[in-house]
């Protein structure tokens, strides 16, 4: 049997690690609006901003997102991971189609950030809509903190 001691000074200063939901339906979001999770359930490093709408990377490092994303009764939904603003994937949630329903759409994403960048998943067309509920919902934790990006070179 062996035993491990942490150092409590140090224990648990690196983990990343947040999980928030979407509470109401969000309606008539404008073009390049960041989707605000408003019930933050996890959120070790404070790495999730509320009021931004976004992680906000404590630490430079790899990091691991997920989200799901419900479609409104009989709507679309066109949505974007963003990085710093900057599109990185589209998404899309099929609600319309016949007799109207309800969809979801969920997936998971690396990207590397460095200290002070943003990730958030933000509305691509006018108007949209995206259910509440706790049927949305946007998570992430820090997979290796590094102190710079290692695929590049040079």
């Given amino acids: 049997m062996s035993i491990h001691i942490i150092d409590r000074r140090h224990a648990g200063k690196d983990i990343v690690a947040f ?7 969000a309606l008539n ?10 019930h933050v359930i996890t ?24 989200y799901t994303l419900m479609s409104f009764f009989d709507h679309n939904g ?35 950030l460095e200290k002070g960048d943003t990730v958030s998943i933000q509305n691509v067309d006018p108007g949209e809509y995206l259910s509440g509920g706790h049927y949305s919902f946007f998570s992430g934790f820090l997979l290796k903190e590094m102190e710079h990006d290692p695929s590049v070179v040079g």
């Fill in 43 to 66: 959120n070790h490093g404070s790495a999730y901003n509320v009021h931004a709408g976004a992680c906000i990377a404590p630490v430079s490092g790899t990091y691991v997102f997920m």
């Fill in 78 to 112: 066109h949505f974007q991971v963003a990085h710093n603003g900057n599109m990185v994937c589209k998404l899309f949630v099929v609600g319309n189609v016949a007799g109207g329903t309800w969809a979801t759409s969920a997936g998971s994403f690396v990207l590397y």
């Fill in 29 to 38: 979001l404008g073009v390049g609006q960041n989707i605000r999770f408003d």
């Fill in 19 to 25: 999980f928030a939901a979407l509470t109401s339906n």
